[in-house]
């Protein structure tokens, strides 16, 4: 028979995520990936740039390697379109640098807690529930931008909001 201290303890552990979304903005939200290989680690945009919406940074767990990623409003229609690099150039960059410098590049989508597909909030919103960012795994496996092994681990490409920077 489960003790009242345990019960008490997996009754909280049952509601906490939704606590976590409902107190954290999109701009502190931190996701992790299925496995517990790569985690998506979000910060304010503040006035970095204004053609971006949100900032990331994708964490290798396994190796402490860092990307950089943001979001930006791009296609037609208009979908948040979001870019993950490594060592790209600062400043002015040509297209072919920033070309050999992407890892990913696509359209990332929040998930609700139903499953319904919409637009990642903006930075101050709370924070999605999951993200979808279609492709991510096979695009690390096949980007030339951060060196062959590099991906050592595979990532899904679902993420789950797991915390909350302070």
Not at 11 to 37: E, M, N, T, V, W
Not at 71 to 87: D, F, K, Q, Y
Not at 105 to 134: C, M, N, S
Request: glycine share 10%; charged share 20%; hydrophobic share 45%.
């Amino acid at each position: 028979m489960l003790s009242r201290r345990l019960l008490s303890t997996l009754f909280g552990l049952a509601f906490a995520a939704p606590a976590i979304a409902a107190d954290c903005k999109q701009s502190h939200a931190i996701y992790g990936d299925r496995d517990g290989g790569y985690e998506l680690r979000f910060e304010p945009v503040g006035s970095v740039s204004a053609a971006t919406s949100n900032h990331f940074k994708v964490a290798v767990l396994k190796s402490g390697l860092l990307l950089d990623g943001v979001v930006m409003p791009a296609g037609e229609p208009e979908r948040a379109t979001g870019l993950i690099m490594h060592n790209c150039p600062e400043g002015d960059a040509t297209g072919e640098e920033l070309r050999a410098c992407t890892v990913w590049q696509g359209v990332v989508y929040a998930l609700d807690k139903v499953g319904a597909v919409g637009e990642i909030p903006a930075e101050t919103e709370p924070a999605a529930e999951r993200l979808l960012l279609p492709d991510f795994g096979p695009s690390l496996r096949a980007s030339t931008a951060w060196g062959k092994g590099r991906a050592e681990a595979d990532s899904w490409d679902a993420f789950t909001l797991k915390g909350c920077a302070a």
